[in-house]
């Protein structure tokens, strides 16, 4: 799913992906002399996107729209995506791949070496993007802080699952609680917000600079979960596990009001 690619790949952790390509086109001997190659640049299409908007929401930083050409928002005139990976083999025609912002199934139209004298620009200056992260470094303006309950929910999740989102959670809300679409924070009545992580949500209270996390939720109702049809929902077993212990809507009351049990 697209919420499991990383974000700017070159912070993602460690992970091995796979780019096939087509046999019968003579790509075997296209991929010699890759060897000694650290990475490599990957020219591909955002297939899954349609549409584009002049002025867009950055996931990070402040609350504000951007031109989108200042921006590396996926929804494009013309959605090209462009990423440098590590090479960590070639495997006849299959590229083996570290950390990747892209989705299985993506179309890739061409790949080249990174050659880091032509590349990169360390000194260059990005404008705003400098400034965001600026702030970025500075120290989280939220003391974020799991409820009994969804403390609770999280370790259950970790211990038999092996499924931990709580580090990124407190991450986003620390920095900033506020709705925000691209973050996957809204509203859900006066008092409390949810937010999407991945498959799971959160729903949290904001007192000052406080943030309460309450309560930890499968994002998917039983209704597509049960669907065999379904196929690429994930952790789905571990969501039909979490809503048996913690079956949906057993802690909301009234519009969007939330109550811990």
Same mark, same amino acid.
């Given at each position: 799913?697209?919420?499991?690619?990383?974000?700017?790949?070159?912070?993602?952790?460690?992970?091995?992906?796979?780019?096939?390509?087509?046999?019968?086109?003579?790509?075997?001997?296209?991929?010699?002399?890759?060897?000694?190659?650290?990475?490599?640049?990957?020219?591909?299409?955002?297939?899954?996107?349609?549409?584009?908007?002049?002025?867009?929401?950055?996931?990070?930083?402040? %609350? /504000?729209?951007?031109?989108?050409?200042? +921006? !590396?928002?996926?929804? $494009?005139?013309? @959605? =090209?995506?462009?990423?440098?990976?590590?090479?960590?083999?070639?495997?006849?025609?299959?590229?083996?791949?570290?950390?990747?912002?892209?989705?299985?199934?993506?179309?890739?139209?061409?790949?080249?070496?990174?050659?880091?004298?032509?590349?990169?620009?360390?000194?260059?200056?990005?404008?705003?993007?400098?400034?965001?992260?600026?702030?970025?470094?500075?120290?989280?303006?939220?003391?974020?802080?799991?409820?009994?309950?969804?403390?609770?929910?999280?370790?259950?999740?970790?211990?038999?699952?092996?499924?931990?989102?709580?580090?990124?959670?407190?991450?986003?809300? %620390? /920095?900033?609680?506020?709705?925000?679409? +691209? !973050?996957?924070?809204? $509203?859900?009545? @006066? =008092?409390?917000?949810?937010?999407?992580?991945?498959?799971?949500?959160?729903?949290?209270?904001?007192?000052?600079?406080?943030?309460?996390?309450?309560?930890?939720?499968?994002?998917?109702?039983?209704?597509?979960?049960?669907?065999?049809?379904?196929?690429?929902?994930?952790?789905?077993?571990?969501?039909?596990?979490?809503?048996?212990?913690?079956?949906?809507?057993?802690?909301?009351?009234?519009?969007?009001?939330?109550?811990?049990?």
């Amino acid at each position: 799913m697209k919420f499991h690619a990383g974000h700017q790949p070159s912070a993602a952790g460690e992970e091995r992906n796979e780019l096939e390509l087509l046999a019968g086109r003579g790509y075997e001997q296209a991929l010699q002399d890759l060897a000694g190659v650290e990475r490599v640049w990957l020219l591909w299409w955002f297939h899954r996107n349609a549409g584009w908007r002049p002025l867009v929401l950055p996931p990070r930083g402040p %609350s /504000r729209r951007r031109g989108m050409f200042a +921006t !590396r928002s996926p929804h $494009r005139p013309n @959605p =090209l995506g462009l990423t440098s990976v590590r090479l960590l083999g070639v495997e006849g025609r299959r590229l083996l791949l570290g950390p990747c912002d892209l989705v299985d199934g993506t179309p890739v139209f061409d790949l080249k070496p990174y050659v880091a004298a032509y590349d990169a620009f360390p000194d260059a200056r990005a404008g705003w993007i400098d400034a965001m992260e600026a702030e970025l470094r500075e120290p989280a303006r939220f003391a974020v802080r799991l409820s009994d309950a969804a403390d609770a929910q999280a370790r259950w999740l970790r211990e038999t699952w092996d499924i931990d989102f709580t580090a990124r959670l407190i991450e986003l809300l %620390s /920095r900033d609680p506020a709705p925000h679409r +691209t !973050r996957r924070i809204r $509203r859900l009545g @006066p =008092l409390q917000s949810e937010i999407g992580c991945g498959a799971w949500r959160a729903v949290f209270a904001v007192d000052k600079a406080n943030v309460s996390v309450l309560v930890l939720e499968a994002a998917y109702p039983m209704k597509f979960l049960a669907r065999s049809d379904y196929t690429e929902i994930p952790d789905r077993e571990a969501q039909l596990a979490f809503l048996a212990r913690w079956p949906a809507g057993g802690w909301r009351t009234g519009k969007g009001n939330a109550v811990t049990r």
